[in-house]
């Protein structure tokens, strides 16, 4: 059995022109035969830092943080080969702004807008909006270290990860929560499985996609009785249509342990559905945002063949 790369080695792109990078999608981080939307939107963003410290290194200040990313899906991707086309929309002295295509055989699967920047250098006004964050109860490495431990901590569970083997991407994080129930919301601290790896900033965007339990939560058919025992269903897939991203905070260049997330959406009507995510780091403080739109479907329609469609359209 092949050794399951880091989500660093996963993300890893490769600089082929001035404007163009290749990367390889892996089945790791899939959903069935279907790349997590958040992970395909780090590859994007990877290539984005990439493209500002190479291309534009010459810029004073290096503009290797991403401030915002707005990418459609225009159709599933698969594991394997992609390109990534850039085009420069815009390269200022403090914010750049790129269009990125990611491609696969031929077809334009996902665009992208990215917003690049350098949070560390950031300064002006700051003022207090009296917004409200979620209380993540625990705060500190330390403390939340105790999760892993076999005593854990009171009144917290580590979140199971039903159909495992169809949601592969769901085998490379673990989530832990509160026993308190809130209807029509999820809240986690989240770490890689794989102990030796942290969240850097390149994992935010997989972090925010990732929201085991949310449907279960809503939905009676989400659930099998059957037996006399309530499981858990595989019966939808949720597809996305659109994920945006708005970074509050670098986290530190080693990265760090835990994430805390909370998930809600406001409304699932007709198969669409959004999500409004808050992500908090290690010390409680904000530090990014995502906002998403998803179809629930059936199932089998992940592993269906993709459908031919139109070609990447002009090169870049």
């Known amino acids: 059995m092949e050794p399951i790369p880091t989500f660093l080695e996963a993300t890893a792109v490769k600089q082929l022109t001035s404007h163009v990078y290749s990367a390889n999608l892996v089945r790791a981080y899939c959903i069935g035969a279907v790349p997590n939307g958040g992970y395909v939107s780090a590859v994007i963003i990877r290539a984005a830092a990439t493209h500002m410290t190479t291309t534009h290194a010459r810029i004073s200040s290096p503009q290797h943080h991403t401030i915002s990313f707005h990418g459609m899906f225009m159709i599933k991707t698969n594991a394997g080969p992609v390109e990534l086309r850039i085009v420069d929309s815009k390269i200022g002295r403090s914010f750049s702004v790129l269009h990125i295509e ?49 005593e854990g901590i009171t009144g917290w569970y580590e979140r199971p990860k039903p159909f495992a083997d169809f949601r592969e991407v769901s085998k490379r994080t673990r989530f832990f929560t509160t026993k308190e129930f809130q209807p029509g919301v999820v809240t986690n601290w989240g770490t890689f499985t794989n102990p030796a790896e942290t969240i850097t900033n390149e994992a935010i965007a997989l972090i925010a996609d990732l929201f085991v339990g949310v449907i279960e939560q809503l939905d009676p058919e989400a659930w099998d009785e059957s037996a006399g025992k309530k499981t858990p269903t595989a019966k939808y897939w949720y597809p996305t249509l659109s994920l945006s991203l708005d970074v509050k905070k670098a986290l530190p260049k080693e990265g760090v342990k835990w994430v805390y997330s909370r998930i809600q959406s406001q409304q699932i009507k007709n198969g669409r559905w959004d999500l409004q995510v808050m992500l908090l780091d290690e010390d409680g403080e904000l530090l990014a945002t995502s906002s998403q739109v998803a179809l629930m479907v059936d199932a089998a329609r992940n592993t269906k063949p993709r459908g031919k469609r139109d070609s990447a359209g002009p090169k870049l």
């Open 102 to 150: 990611l491609v696969q055989e031929g077809m334009n699967c996902v665009n992208a807008y990215v917003t690049m920047g350098n949070i560390d250098n950031e300064s002006g006004p700051t003022l207090e909006t009296h917004f409200e964050k979620p209380d993540p109860i625990i705060v500190g490495r330390k403390n939340l270290d105790k999760l892993l431990t076999p």
